[in-house]
């Protein structure tokens, strides 16, 4: 294991190392953005454009029983309006990752008659200019009959609950077991027994970019051209023309510069697949832009997890059994990856980087009157993180424990891996114990400690929280998917093609919507071409000029997609040596390259690259059956998929009397095996912190009563964050040719349990055992005050 | 998010505009733009609908600033920015400066204007707030009138009976603190957008014991609306600023008279509690300044 520190990562920069792979290089790709020259689908206009504005329901459940387009279909500037009956032949958007057994419900292009959730599209306008359509809209006259919301998934699953959808019963899309099971057998012996409960509040995820569509449909040729804001390109190809019955060699995905997904952004929607047959309907292209507003209620939520979990120790703080029954709520249809999500993402992980004996889960999927719920950032990853890290401290705290002590005395032990959890997961590889003492080291803890004696000595609040978070990233292995109902495959595609000036166009099935792939990309390929980062051009997001690929979502980009660079890469790389070799007389064993310069070992005989390029394209001297061109294709396919992981610790003091939060400190040690670029590296860990934390401190979708989110939802500005303390461990992977693993989640991941771990040290010596997300002043001092008065009305009692 | 359409006015005088507002039929509904920092979002999100848009921004004279005997006249169309830079503000009323650091930020700030937000009484208006412990007047003309009103009257009273249709504020006028006061504004910020959820605006004169002689206080972000809190001005007089615990005795009876307004950030009576301890320890930081 090494330790890299900020400062030796940043002084490798000095341009004369020969590799790329590891340097901080700064995003390549930036300087278009920075000078507002991105091209988003918003900013494609195309000849005879038509614009589309949605009529959506104010409504979480009600019936639709009057809609009135006349006066819309007249008003200036209108080509057509659709209600759902207009549109009869349209299928529902499927969801594609459906757990085996679950009761599906797609999500309707538009209301066939029942709303089942605030923002459901009830009507389309298209006409000329897109506020003509806004216009328009408004004078689309609906009534609605209006019924009571379902909103918790707690409720929902209650004997009598009303069901959102008339055929499924309990409201129940799936229920998932997992585990060996025998939870209490273990616990009755146990010395300490604790009942724990814990929410992940529900999330919206914020891109800065909305969801954007234009769909451009020619008549001429009956192609179709489909713009979208999309992570997965590929994917949208494939399910848009599955649900539309259009032939798929005609479709042609292009996601240009994508502003922000987090998740969302690689699911179906309704909005697509009407868009796509409206341009068939009408033979113009039909655009629409999400407003703010609408990415509130229209697009995906994410978490919304409800938990309780049982947990059994020895004396010692040693877990010995640990039994979690969630509910999820997962909306008002299944989304893309719907029943996935809270089942699998969450109960495999559910025993974090520990060995636990025993352990039993149950998970149930549940429909609300509520906007679909679906990956978002760690996307089912945090639940399990937060749950086992409160469990965690919980037993510490019960036992007057150590936090810190307590983990080492959980840790799967290095002699132990790769390690099949109990409930399912395997964990390829980590050194949790060295992580967490350097983490524990960085950050001084014993004086920390010191600290906080000092502070409650005061009657200062002070808290210190740590979390071990682990995830699996970088999804690969087709079967296994197949297995789980995820219809997608494990694989990234990669063309990597020399031409004969010497540059290099890389084509990557994986998808940039803000990660900096043009940059680390550059830096795989060009570690094994032997040329620097500039020559090289990286080119995503056009499944024409991509045909094939999976896409970017669970941190895989780099251990799946950079994998399939490298290896392509290393394909071509060995083709020029060995026409080098020919060239310089000498075999391609001997030969080397450097700065764009092949040369014997001897150094007495080079050759430039771009020699040798032209070489290969043109065929002139060199023996016939090296054939002709540089240019290989890679599909990788991961069998395992890799485990990152890493320990957090935050630091922080409480008013009080007013229940504030001051998140004094807040570290991060991420092992995400080898890095590519440190620089972007950290970048990923500081955005997904500003998410984790958001999640912990700030955010929630805060529903009303009809299933309307709060007027003003929160995310956190700079001035609400830290400055973040970041480190890495670094175990390679043994799943990959990169030794990557992934980092883009870790810090969504691990920030909420270490933030709630602190909040909950801080306030435990009150007597506040559970607190629950997002840790606002006034719940913080809710429960304080609950507590005091718990207190006082003992005092009182005796 | 587009607005409804409406017919857009850019008179050149101040004039002109009161001429393209006065007589209007009953059908129009006007509203004014100053620096658009909260029109535009009510107009986006259809919140208002006016069929007619009268901007006030190529109105020369409204630009204007003009220090007058005890005071300062600040034009319509002043931007926040360029008012808090004036030499008064530094001199004569530092609390907008702490305003200034605490309200919007920098691409608000240089668009809106300081009347606009008065006009806006946004229940957590920090300007407005400060504006009352200066006692701002504002200056409103029709065609055939001109007249003055005190912002706290102005702020106190439901929209719809603050201007008449054909009126429109030509400028504010705002007094100089006392010689020797001291002052603060003090927020505590509502996560989403960073308005206040409890926000006090202080003026103090302090006696040689440090007692608090004279004090104005002002509250905005719990309250339904921006407003002095008066009675409580007055019991303060005299009274040692840095006793929190007397402080805290004298002010909660005062706020329990008051309406207040809530989210789910923070409640109605979360902002209660909230504003008590923003004023308490506003006054005991200030008495040890
Ligand atoms: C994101 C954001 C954050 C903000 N945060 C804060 C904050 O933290 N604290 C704070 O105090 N404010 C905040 N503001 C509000 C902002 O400071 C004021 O609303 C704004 O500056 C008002 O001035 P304006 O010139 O932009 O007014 P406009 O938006 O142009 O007008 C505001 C209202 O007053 C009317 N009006 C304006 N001028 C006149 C006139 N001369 N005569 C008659 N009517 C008039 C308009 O018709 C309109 O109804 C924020 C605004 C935004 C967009």
Not at chain 1, 418 to 428: A, L, M, S
Not at chain 2, 28 to 34: G, K, Q
Not at chain 2, 197 to 211: F, M, P, Q, T
């Amino acid at each position: 294991m090494s330790a890299i520190s900020e400062s030796s990562a940043a002084s490798t920069d000095t341009g004369k190392e020969t590799t790329w792979i590891g340097r901080p290089l700064p995003r390549m790709e930036d300087q278009r953005f920075l000078v507002g020259k991105g091209r988003y689908v918003d900013d494609i206009v195309l000849p005879n454009q038509l614009f589309a504005a949605f009529v959506r329901s104010p409504h979480g459940h009600a019936r639709v029983s009057k809609l009135d387009l006349s006066k819309a279909r007249s008003a200036s500037g209108v080509v057509a309006a659709y209600g759902g009956s207009d549109i009869q032949g349209l299928k529902d958007v499927p969801p594609n990752w459906v757990l085996p057994g679950s009761h599906v419900k797609g999500r309707p292009p538009l209301v066939r008659e029942t709303v089942r959730h605030v923002g459901e599209a009830v009507a389309v306008i298209i006409a000329e200019t897109q506020a003509e359509a806004v216009d328009a809209a408004a004078l689309v006259d609906v009534t609605y009959e209006v019924y009571p919301a379902l909103i918790d998934q707690n409720l929902a699953l209650e004997e009598g609950a009303p069901r959102v959808h008339a055929d499924i019963k309990n409201n129940t899309a799936t229920i998932m077991p997992a585990g060996a099971g025998g939870f209490d057998a273990a616990a009755a012996e146990a010395y300490l027994n604790i009942k724990l409960t814990v929410k992940n509040q529900r999330l919206i995820p914020f891109p800065i970019e909305p969801r954007a569509v234009n769909a451009d449909f020619d008549a001429a040729t009956s192609r179709l051209t489909f713009y979208s804001s999309n992570q997965i390109p590929h994917m949208l190809r494939r399910m848009l023309a599955a649900a539309l019955e259009f032939p798929e060699h005609k479709l042609r995905v292009i996601s240009p510069d994508v502003g922000g997904g987090f998740g969302p952004k690689m699911h179906f929607y309704p909005e697509e697949l009407l868009l796509a047959w409206l341009t068939t309907q009408l033979a113009r292209p039909v655009k629409w832009t999400e407003t703010r507003s609408e990415n509130n209620v229209a697009t995906t939520h994410g978490r919304d997890h409800n938990m309780v979990a049982d947990i059994a120790a020895d004396a010692d703080g040693k877990i010995l059994a640990l039994r979690v029954r969630g509910v999820a709520n997962i909306g008002a249809y299944l989304s893309s990856m719907g029943t996935g999500v809270p089942t699998i993402n969450v109960a495999l992980f559910l025993l974090g980087v520990y060995a636990i004996p025993v352990s039993e889960a149950l998970i149930t999927c549940v429909y609300t009157n509520t906007t679909p719920v679906d990956a978002y950032r760690g996307a089912g990853r945090p639940e399990a993180a937060y749950l086992i890290e409160r469990a965690i401290d919980r037993v510490a705290l019960e036992l007057g424990l150590d936090p810190a002590e307590v983990r080492f005395r959980n840790f799967i032990q290095p002699e132990q891996l790769p390690y099949r959890q109990g409930v399912g997961t395997k964990i390829d590889s980590g050194q949790f114990a060295n992580t967490l003492n350097l983490a524990l080291e960085k950050i001084n803890y014993k004086a920390l400690r010191r600290e906080q004696e000092a502070a409650r000595a005061e009657g200062r609040l002070f808290g210190v929280g740590v979390s071990n978070y682990t995830e699996t990233c970088a999804m690969g292995f087709g079967p296994l998917l197949g297995a789980i109902g995820f219809d997608r495959g494990g694989y990234e595609s990669a063309l990597v093609r020399v031409h004969p000036d010497g540059h290099v166009s890389v084509f990557s099935g994986s998808h940039s919507h803000g990660q900096g792939h043009v940059t680390t990309f550059a830096q795989i390929a060009a570690d094994s071409l032997g040329i620097t980062p500039d020559e090289i051009e990286v080119i995503q997001g056009d499944t024409d000029q991509v045909p094939f690929g999976t896409g970017t979502f669970n941190s895989r980009s780099v251990a799946v997609g950079g994998s399939a660079i490298k290896i392509a890469a290393d394909r071509i790389a060995q083709k020029m040596k060995k026409i080098a070799g020919h060239l310089l007389q000498s075999s391609p064993e001997k030969i080397f390259v450097s700065q764009g310069v092949f040369g014997t070992e001897d150094g007495q005989a080079t050759i430039r690259a771009r020699d040798v390029a032209k070489a290969a394209w043109t065929g002139h001297n060199i023996p016939y059956d090296f054939g002709i061109g540089l240019e290989e294709t890679e599909f990788y396919h991961p069998v395992d998929m890799s485990s990152p992981y890493g320990a957090h610790i935050a630091v922080v003091e409480i008013d009080r009397e007013t229940g504030e939060v001051d998140l004094k400190r807040y570290l991060a040690v991420d092992d995400c095996g080898v890095i590519i670029n440190p620089l972007l590296a950290r970048g990923q860990v500081h955005g997904g912190l500003a998410q984790g934390i958001g999640q912990a401190l700030y955010e929630t979708a805060a529903l009303d009563s009809d299933g309307r989110p709060t007027a003003e939802p929160s995310i956190p500005r700079s001035d609400m964050l830290p400055r973040f303390e970041t480190d890495h461990t670094i175990s390679p992977s043994n799943t990959n040719p990169l030794g990557a693993k992934g980092i883009g989640e870790a810090g969504a991941v691990g920030a909420p349990p270490a933030i709630a771990n602190a909040i909950i040290d801080a306030l435990w010596p009150l007597g506040v055992k559970e607190v629950d997300m997002p840790f606002t002043p006034e719940r913080v001092l809710n429960a304080i005050e609950e507590a005091v008065g718990r207190d006082a009305k003992k005092v009182a009692a005796q | 998010m587009i607005p409804h359409s409406f017919d857009y006015m850019r008179p050149q005088t101040l004039n002109d505009a009161l001429k393209e507002i006065e007589n209007l039929t009953p059908q129009t509904e006007v509203a004014i733009l100053a620096g658009g920092q909260s029109l535009l979002s009510a107009l986006k999100q259809r919140r208002i609908n006016p069929n007619l848009i009268v901007d006030l921004g190529a109105i020369s004279d409204l630009s204007t600033t003009r220090e007058v005997s005890d005071g300062l006249e600040v034009g319509a169309m002043v931007r926040q920015v360029e008012f808090v830079g004036h030499r008064f503000v530094s001199a004569h009323a530092p609390i907008f400066q702490d305003v200034a650091a605490a309200a919007g930020d920098p691409m608000i700030r240089r668009n809106g204007t300081l009347v606009g937000a008065f006009c806006e009484v946004d229940p957590r208006g920090d300007w407005v707030a400060a504006g009352l412990v200066h006692d701002a007047v504002l200056e409103i003309s029709s065609l055939s009138e001109t007249r003055r009103e005190p912002l706290e009257s102005f702020a106190g009273k439901p929209k719809e009976s603050r201007l008449k249709s054909n009126e429109l504020v030509t400028k504010c006028i705002l007094n100089a603190a006392p010689e020797n006061s001291i002052s603060a504004y003090r927020k505590c910020k509502h996560n989403a957008v960073g308005w206040s959820i409890a926000g006090v605006a202080v003026v103090l004169e302090l006696d040689k014991e440090r007692k608090c002689r004279a004090i104005k206080l002002a509250v905005a972000g719990a309250t339904t609306f921006p407003q002095r809190l008066r009675a409580l001005e007055l019991e303060l007089q005299g009274v040692d600023l840095s006793d929190e615990d007397n402080l805290d005795q004298l002010i909660r009876p005062h706020l329990a008279a008051l309406e207040f307004f809530g989210d789910s950030y923070a409640s109605a009576g979360y902002r209660e509690k909230r504003l008590a301890i923003q004023i308490r320890r506003t006054l005991a930081e200030l008495s040890k300044s």
